[in-house]
Nanobody, 127 residues
Framework: VQLAESGGGLVQAGASLRPTCAAS????????LGWFRQAPGKERESVAA????????NYADSVKGRFTISRDNAKNTVYLQMNSLKPEDTAVYYC?????????????????????WGQGTQVTVSS
């Protein structure tokens, strides 16, 4: 699976962005998916995760109520709707795909359990 993010950018605080991650390869629906971010000088952190069929999601406390992860298995695409952006959301955002275990309901926030990563898209929020 190859992943490619797009849709980052420079916005003011309070604005919205919707990064998109397109996947190539087969069996996209076999993978749970996640969005991670890494700010300068900080460790990578999980932002949002979604299960294989898109009905179960998981969010970091810092983005709950503001971010929404979704997927379209017919289009091999995962989205991250980001609303009410804050300067502390500034980071490179990565999408990732993993396939450990077979449970359809699994979401995963541990980066070590993802095998495939995109190149990242920069999100910068000015105050």
């Amino acid at each position: 699976v190859q992943l490619a993010e797009s849709g980052g950018g420079l916005v003011q605080a309070g604005a919205s962005l919707r990064p998109t991650c397109a996947a190539s390869g087969r069996s996209f629906s076999n993978y749970y998916l996640g969005w991670f971010r890494q700010a300068p000088g900080k460790e990578r952190e999980s932002v949002a995760a979604i299960n294989r069929i898109g009905c179960i999601t998981n969010y970091a406390d810092s983005v709950k109520g503001r971010f929404t992860i979704s997927r379209d298995n017919a289009k091999n695409t995962v989205y991250l709707q980001m609303n009410s952006l804050k300067p502390e959301d500034t980071a490179v955002y990565y999408c990732a795909a993993g396939n450990y275990g077979s449970a359809w309901y699994s979401t995963e926030t541990r980066g070590a359990l993802y095998d495939y990563w995109g190149q990242g898209t920069q999100v910068t929020v000015s105050s």
